[in-house]
């Protein structure tokens, strides 16, 4: 059974309704928001919904990008391009003779190709390609401008239609020129190769003249030089007064040897004759007799010693005048002057041999000392020899071979073989390379494309209001006990609305049903039913819960003002009291009231009467209809003194209604930047904040959520007020099969 709007002209666009959430117990006195929470893992579906969300405006975006690439494309002056393919074959030798024609192919490939195309892009190349062409009057814009003091015909040439390109893996230039005109597009590129190899040649042959030249200059020096060198040689060799130096150094060197040898054989005679010398002067016999003439003095001295022993026995025989006596006594007197005579000739020959060696060491030492003087002489002489001979040879090699490598770059300078040759020239393009309207095309719908899902995810992400109730949930920590759906045919601002009488069997207000379908459309009044479905989960939401004691009282607040707490206290107090409940609606915005208004009833007399003393409560009370059972109390005109007042009446009359109300709903004012909400807050069983999804920051409705905290006010959740399918992702299901079930609820 569908139930029909009370209020068809209120102005409130609330949102549809989640799932409901069970209410706990009053948050901690403090609440802590972190920003960052928000940036966790974000779901795939949150983007879809995002693109869902903006799909026509990023539709429309890419359809203006591609359609505005296609005419300015469509526009645009096609543009040809022509190709001169060049071959560089390393393998070329540069020359004819030397090394330029045996030279191996170095490992530098991508250098040296580096270098050709810097070398084709340079001014000497181009320059005699745009004064042959005339490309700066014929294509003004061919040349690139110069950031220089140059001007003119002085500015370095710079093709900004020319490219030079490698292929992969190749020896192959490729030189490309862009122009309208296709004939001259090729007629440059191929002009370009050919200067460019003409500029090649120049170098080599200009390297190879100078290096000529420079060799020639060198080469009248290095005769100069040899000339000196061969002079000092041959006079060295007519001051030695001999044709190899070399052969008298081994003549002198086995003469010295020969000497040494003589001279050391010399001085071990000299010793041993020094001996036998030393041994004679001492007047010894033995010595006389081991001396070189000694054997005949020991061969006197045996018989000196015979004919002492014979004079012995003729002595013992005979007498001193026997005849034997005086034979055997000449006998031994005549040998022993024999004897005496030879020792003194030995003595007198020893010492001559003495001086005769001592004579001829003396005379070999000194003949030792000079030949070695003249070998040292010569030795020394020879190293110098050696040295002029060295530079006179050298100086003549290098010579004869500067006049060879003379002779060679004469004949490699003349030699225009080159690795470097035309191996495709260019020809006129038949397909203007420029612009490629697909791919254009392409591009603009690619970067459209990214710059509208990227600006729709950008502004989502810089959104800081509160949209989606699962968002609020996990930001803020706390319960989302409702979603009110936005309802467009409302206004935003609710004028009056006539109350009509209910029926038995608790509809509420059904006169105002007929004053619903005068306003709206079928598609209105289906957004009202499900708006009236989201008022009655809320409702339910919060009293059909298990609380430890029962709600009597419940306070509605926002974080700012126009957030629609007025009209979802209205309404929620509708449904109450549809469900025979005796419902009491207090206006606590003693600033700006609005419930009288909803109502259409005076505002005369009301609670400010009521705080001030001047009129009991149940006076100020208006009863709409006793069936129905919802009475209203006015907020009564505005006084600063009755918000005074607001902490010593409003909690005793809060403890009055209850007593005979089954439910007191007090609608108060935003509670940032009030002090009656903060007292209100305390007094009531409970206390609802309302959010406008895509409007309230979610800072100030922290904010709130903190001060009740502080307060320990019994926190019942959020209601999230005008959510729709542009603010929430999670509206889709909920609308979607809600919005199936009414329709096919009205058609049975």
Sequence with gaps: MTYPNPYPNVDTNLPAIPNPIHVGPAPPPMFDYDPEMAGGAVPLSHYLWILRRHLWKILGFIAVCVAGTLLVSLRLTPIYESTTTIDVDRRMPTGVLGQESTQSTLNDADQFLATQVKLIQSDSVLRPVVDRFKLREVEKDALE??????????????????????????????????SPNRQLASDVANSIALSYLTHTYNIRFKAAAGLSEFMERQLEELRAKMERSSSALAQFERELNVISPEEKTNILSARLLQLNTEYTNAQGDRV??????????????????????????????????????????????????????KRAQTRVNELRSQLESTTASIGQRVEIEYREAVNREAMLEKAVKQTKAEFDGLHARSFEYQTLKREAEGDKKLYEELVRKIKEAGINASFQNSSIRVADPARPGLKAVFP??????????????????????VIDVIDNTVRDPDQVAKLLKTNVIGSLPAVRTWRRHLGPVPI??????????????????????????????????????????????????????????????????????????????????????????????????????????????????????????????????????????????????????????????????????????????????????????????????????????????????????????????????????????YYGHYSKYYRQAAED
């Design 145 to 178: 401008e110069q950031a220089s003091d140059l001007k003119g015909d002085d500015a370095p040439v710079i093709l900004k239609r020319l490219r030079v390109t490698r292929p992969p893996n190749t020896y192959l230039l490729l030189v490309s020129y862009r």
């Design 272 to 325: 041993k004759k020094e001996a036998a010398y030393t041994s004679i002067k001492s007047g010894t016999l033995a010595a006389a007799q081991v001396s070189s003439q000694g054997e005949a003095l020991k061969k006197l001295t045996e018989n000196f010693n015979e004919a002492q022993e014979k004079f012995a026995e003729v002595q013992g025989h005979f007498g001193i005048n026997h005849p034997e006596y």
């Design 436 to 457: 490629k309207i697909w791919l254009n095309l392409l591009i603009a719908f690619l970067v459209s494309t990214g710059l509208a899902v990227g600006a729709a995810v």
């Design 500 to 733: 009509a009488s209910g029926d038995e069997d608790g509809g509420v207000l059904a006169g105002s049903r007929n004053i619903a379908l005068a306003h709206v459309n079928a598609h209105a009044e289906e957004g009202i039913g499900n708006y009236e479905e989201a008022i009655r989960t809320l409702r339910n939401s919060i009293l059909l819960t298990d609380f430890d004691r029962r709600l009597r009282s419940i306070l509605l607040t926002s974080a700012s003002p126009s957030e629609g707490k007025s009209t979802v206290a209205a309404h929620l107090a509708a449904i109450h009291a549809a469900q025979r409940k005796r419902t009491l609606l207090i206006d606590g915005d003693l600033r700006r009231p609005s419930v009288h208004r909803l109502f259409q009833l005076p505002n005369q007399k009301g609670l400010s009467n009521v705080l001030m003393g001047d009129i009991p409560w149940r006076s100020a009370v208006q009863h709409l209809n006793g069936k129905v059972g919802l009475d209203i109390l006015p907020a009564g005109p505005s006084t600063r003194r009755a918000s005074d007042l607001m902490g010593t009446g409003l909690a005793d009359l809060i403890d009055e209604a209850t007593r005979e109300y089954d439910l007191v709903i007090l609608d108060a004012p935003p509670l940032l930047g009030f002090a009656e909400p903060l007292q209100m807050a305390t007094v009531v069983d409970g206390v609802i904040v309302v959010a406008r999804a895509g409007d309230t920051s979610r800072k100030a409705l922290a904010s709130v959520i903190q001060v009740l905290g502080r307060l320990r006010a019994n926190t019942l959740g959020i209601v999230l007020n005008e959510v729709h399918r542009q603010m929430s992702s999670g509206y889709y299901y």
